[in-house]
Structure formats: C-alpha cells, structure tokens
C-alpha cells in the first residue's frame, strides 16, 4: 500500500471519486444517444421503411421490453461480478446493436437490433448507483447522481445539430455507424481506468476514510462477504439472494413510491427521447435544420434542471434538513411544473412551443433524482438488486409512453392528446412522492 495510504495526518484528500464520476457521465450520454438516436433518425427513416406513427411506437417501445426484462438479471449480475466488468461488457455490447441499426432493411431486423439494445443496456443505471453509493459519501451523492444524469440530457442538446446535420447529408444510416462506433472505443477506456476505491492509485487514505465515514460502501471487506455467505449457507440457502427477496422489497413503501414517482418522470423524458423531433417535423411542420436548432432547447433546459435539483438536495441536507425534505421537494416540485406540458396545445407561435417545452423539461430534470434515493434507502448488499426493481418498474414508461403517443397520433393525426397523457402522468408521480413513499430511510429486511 502506497505510504500516502498509510499516514493520514493532515492529508490533503485526494479527489479520485470525480474522475470516476466524469467516466460515469460520459458513459451515461453515450448510453441516451444510442438508445435515442432512432428518435433523430425517425422522420427519414419512416419514410424510407415505409412506417406508419402505430408500429413506430412499437419499434420505439420494443427497446423497453428487453430493458425492463433484463433488469433485475441485469442487478443480479452486477451483484455477482462488480462494476468494472459489468459496465465495459454493457457498454460495448450495446454499442454493438446500435452500430447494426445503420445495416438494417427492414422492420423486422430494425426490431430486433432494438430488442438486443435493451438486454445489454439493461445494467448501466444499476452499476451508476452502485459506483456512487462505493465512492461518495451521501452528502455528495445528489450531486454525484445529478451530474452523471446531466449526460442523458447534454450528449442530445449538444450533438443534435451535428447529427440532424450529419443525417442531411450522408442519410439516417451514418448516425448508427457513427454512435454506435463511439460507443466501442468508450468501452475500452472505461476498462482502462475505472478500480474501486481501495484499488484505485490515485485514491488516498484521506479520501477513503472521508467516504467510509459518509456512509460510502468501501468498508465491506472480502471477509464480511465470507461471514454473510457462510450465515446465508447455515441457514440452507445457495449465497444470499433469494427471489422472494423481490418480494419483500415491494412491500416496504419507500421503494414503491419512488417507482411509481420515476415512472412519471420517465414519461416526460422517454416523449423527449423519442417522438419529439417526429413531433417538431409534423405537428410543427420545421425543417432539419429548425428541429436541429429548437432540438437544443429543452435538452439544455433539462441539463440545467438535472444540476439545479441535484445542487438543491444537496444543499438542502448540508443545511440540516431531512432526507425527506432534502431529496422529494426537488421531485415534488419537478413533477407538478412538468405538467406544464399540456400548455403547448393551446398556443401558436412555434418559439413559445419550445419555451414551455423546455420549461417542462428542466422540471423533469429538477426530478431525475431517483436513483439517489436508490442509495439512500437499499438495504446493505442489496443494491442492484433493489436499483434492478427501481429501473424495472421506472422503465415501464419507456413501453407505454412510445405506444400511447404512437396510438393517440395514429387515431387522431395530433400530438394533443399525447401531451396531455404526458401531464396527467406527471401528476400521479408528484402524488406518489406526497402521499407513498413515506420516510427515507434505509430499508431493513427481517
């Protein structure tokens, strides 16, 4: 062990848990723009493919079947095999998928490549929560989780005039091989240079005892495991997983409530993901290079309110207040103003569209704050397994929300209704946070 390991004095601490969490924010932009470029390519490439606003709701939601399905495996994996070789086969296989997009000819193939997309990306939020909760103390981890989901947001408010661009002038195609390739070459780096914190060399004592004394899991020693598996093992089970553990988890209120509340909140950002630039180009009627430009919009909107609500938890716990008060009233307040939605139907002017489009979207940003509360409530060695059921339930609103809008397009040849289902969604989430989740505080099962 290096000596500044070993004397901590009055050692300055080390700051290796941001460069961590610069990896985990790359990585979660690449993750959205792979799973959210066949939004950017769809105007063309219905037209190409010959698919109507139905079945490209159904290709849309087809990435969510596989998602969802493959979370709580996706939990139990990580459990099993760690962070690092979790997150590297993750993000190179679904970067995999993404580059075969670019190749397909039909509706069959492109269904497919959007079903193996959602199996390998499947464990990125789950080992996102667990790398926090290992490397920050909980009075950092609403900034931590905020900065890393800022990465779903600025990849897209930032590259999409570069890919609306780069499809106007080599086709949809290019911005699969193009992605897709990115997204391969991450996987290696990540590879290259994500350790847990006691392996990590640029992590010193200092740094080590500031995040055990936070609550940070760096304290669990091979030895522990041992003595919890030989306990698990004396009392006839195989290690100390069982499936009915799933079972006990849904009971507790905290994990039940935040579901519902993130599977609102996921509505508005799967509408952002998916139909919005269809809905610029056909309810709107603007051209590449307009959806492009208003595109940014509610993208950077969303980065702002994703950093905002982080900063204000955050702040807000430092101040003395609860975990209760600390961490729901950026989500309260977030859902409630993203219902705002619903206005954009009833105004004409296309620059006041995006502004309370992007109003509601830096709301549900102010609300991506779910997965702290995954740290903050999972019992101890049950952490991607309870992020497993957080992601499994929250993404039910990545199958729904695309069919819903996809259906009420079809049957009515207007978004209306679709964005006053995205409001009355929003709403039920704020209620779930009021009046389900109770007190945050770490579950413990008997």
Sequence with gaps: MPAARTSV???????ARYRILALLAFGTMINYLDRTVLGIAAPQLTKEL??????????FSAFSWSYVAAQIPGGLFLDR??????????????????????????VGAL????????VTEAPCFPTNSRVVATWFPQRERAMATGTYTVGEYIGLAF?????????????WRSLFYVVGGVGIVFGGIWWLFYREPREHPAANQAELDY????????????????????RAASEGKKGGFEWRTIGRLLKHRQLTGICLGQFAG????????????????????????????????PFIAASVGVMFGGTLSDWLLRRGKSANVARKLPIIAG??????????????????VIVILSVAFFAQGMAALGWTLVSDIAPDGLLGVTGGIFNFAANLAGIITPLAVGFIVSATGSFVGALAFIGVIALIGALSYIFVVGDIKRIVLD
């Design 335 to 352: 859902l409630l103003l993203a219902s705002t939605i619903v206005l954009a139907n009833y105004v004409q002017s296309n620059v006041t």
């Design 111 to 118: 269904f497919a490549c959007r079903l193996g997309l959602g």
């Design 50 to 59: 010959g698919i109507g606003a139905a079945l490209m709701g159904l290709i």
């Design 211 to 230: 995040i055990e004394a936070g609550g940070g899991l760096t304290h669990r020693k091979p030895a522990d495991a041992a003595a919890q598996n030989a």
């Design 9 to 15: 004095g009055t050692m300055r601490r080390s700051k």
């Design 81 to 106: 095999f760690g962070s690092r070789v979790t997150y590297y086969l993750s993000m190179t296989l679904w970067s995999v998928f993404t580059l075969l997009q670019g190749f397909v000819g039909g």
């Design 266 to 297: 996921n509505s508005t950002l799967v509408f952002f993901l998916t139909w919005f630039p269809t809905y610029l180009a056909t309810e709107r009627h603007m051209g590449w290079l307009k959806i492009g430009f208003f595109a940014i919009m």
């Design 159 to 171: 590259f999409s005039p570069f890919l609306f661009a780069l499809m106007g002038a080599f086709g």
